[in-house]
């Protein structure tokens, strides 16, 4: 079947509408600067996790876990930051390493998009670390939702930080021969 006139026309659109897709959603390596300009845009839930967890400021957190992590990506959204995300460890050699996110704002218009795009950096993880395990705050309620979606387990929730504030330890395992 011969393609119509204006089969072309649509199929360029198409195009240019994936092209201004993929412009407009970018991953990059984390830096200060996006922790600097994430940090005053944080959103209150993280503020709060941060805060309850370390007594930590946003950009105190932010800085923390970008120091501490063997890899740290940044998600912006056309060209500013929506979260920074990543992976701590205190030893390569532990096999376990510690999944971060924080985010801002931003993330809230696009949270669809991130939750598409984001189980290739989780498998990047997983080949690192047959053990991924972090703290999450009970009040988070859509963060720990989005954690049982992405396949973390949820533990009983106990009291943790400077504050004994309840958090939910979660935690994912390779299974044996995986």
């Known amino acids: 079947m011969a393609p119509e006139a204006g089969d072309k ?25 996006h922790a600097l300009a994430l940090a005053p845009v944080m959103r209150r839930a993280d503020r709060e996790e941060v805060w309850a967890a370390a007594g930590l400021r946003p950009l105190a ?29 205190a030893s390569l050699m532990s096999g376990i390493g510690q999944p971060w996110m924080l985010s801002g704002e931003l993330i809230l218009s696009h949270q669809t998009a991130f939750l598409r795009h984001y189980r ?6 997983r080949a690192l670390f047959p053990v991924l395990t972090n703290w999450v705050d009970a009040r988070y309620i859509a963060s720990i939702k989005w954690l049982q979606w992405m396949g973390f387990e949820i533990h009983a929730a106990e009291p943790y930080g400077p504050f004994g504030m309840l958090f939910h330890r979660f935690d994912m395992r390779k299974k044996v021969g995986a």
């Open 9 to 33: 026309v649509a199929n360029e659109s198409v195009a240019g509408d994936l092209g201004a897709l993929c412009r407009r959603y970018t991953v990059v390596k984390a830096s200060r600067a």
């Open 61 to 89: 957190a932010l800085e923390r876990s970008l120091g501490a992590s063997c890899l740290a990506w940044t998600w912006l959204v056309d060209g500013r930051p929506a979260c920074m995300f990543g992976l701590a460890t």
């Open 120 to 125: 290739p950096f989780l498998e990047e993880m």
